[in-house]
Antibody, heavy 124, light 106 residues
Framework: EVQLVESGGGLVKAGGSLRLACAASGFTFHNAWMTWVRQAPGKGLEWVGRIKGESDGRTTDYAAPVKGRFTISRDDSKNTVYLQMNSLKTEDTAIYFC???????????????WGQGTLVTVSS | DVQMTQSPSSLSASVGDSVTITCRASRSVSNYLNWYQQKPGKAPKLLIY???SVASGVPSRFSGSGSGTDFSLTISSLQPEDFATYFCQQSFTTPAFGQGTKVEIK
């Protein structure tokens, strides 16, 4: 059974930093593409970024609002993906979910497994 | 970037009703379209992938259709556990979600 468990959320002042972690189990982690999705209070889902698996070079991609401030990394020896958040803004306040890409033979992907989320609150 | 627009933003329905939620992409995404259900305080749950394939364990009353720019999610006979918020998400390029449709009890 796939399990994803986020940690590291909390209260931080604007301009500060925070690192989230997502511990994974139940699947072959090192080649899995992992992603972070956030949800501001009462709002919709927003893709934050993703990191490819080992066989695809572990490259990263980010949404425009976080590019240059957030960094996704992974430690395959610990089956963990991280989200380093710097220069935080009040608009980054959200629940942050991690998920994994699932694929079919036609290169469709979707997010079937999700963590429970961790709340990040950025105060002014 | 491909933008996703859902309609309506909310709807009220009764148990047993059939409801349809629509999702429009700003340009063609072929059939690279997924649907999720989210209940308060919970993570999203995958319902439909590749526009019309029902995810494992999802009841058959959920169905998806469409291709190109216009898609729909239909719940054929609403059950009490279906009152939730539904999101579409395109997987043609970097992921983008619709703004959500809240299905409430009439």
């Amino acid at each position: 059974e796939v399990q994803l468990v986020e940690s590291g959320g909390g209260l931080v002042k604007a301009g500060g930093s925070l690192r989230l972690a997502c511990a994974a189990s139940g699947f072959t982690f090192h080649n899995a593409w992992m992603t972070w999705v956030r949800q501001a209070p009462g709002k919709g889902l927003e893709w934050v970024g993703r990191i490819k698996g080992e066989s695809d070079g572990r490259t990263t991609d980010y949404a425009a609002p976080v590019k240059g401030r957030f960094t996704i990394s992974r430690d395959d020896s610990k089956n963990t993906v991280y989200l380093q958040m710097n220069s935080l803004k009040t608009e980054d306040t959200a629940i942050y979910f991690c998920s994994k890409y699932d694929w079919n033979d036609e290169d469709h992907y979707w997010f079937q497994s999700w963590g429970q989320g961790t709340l990040v609150t950025v105060s002014s | 970037d491909v933008q996703m627009t859902q309609s309506p933003s909310s709807l009220s329905a009764s148990v047993g009703d059939s409801v349809t939620i629509t999702c429009r992409a700003s340009r063609s995404v072929s059939n690279y379209l997924n649907w999720y259900q989210q209940k308060p305080g919970k993570a999203p749950k995958l319902l439909i992938y590749a526009a019309s394939s029902v995810a494992s364990g999802v009841p058959s009353r959920f169905s998806g259709s469409g291709s190109g720019t216009d898609f729909s999610l239909t719940i054929s006979s609403l059950q009490p556990e279906d009152f939730a918020t539904y999101f579409c998400q395109q997987s043609f390029t970097t992921p983008a979600f619709g703004q959500g449709t809240k299905v409430e009890i009439k």
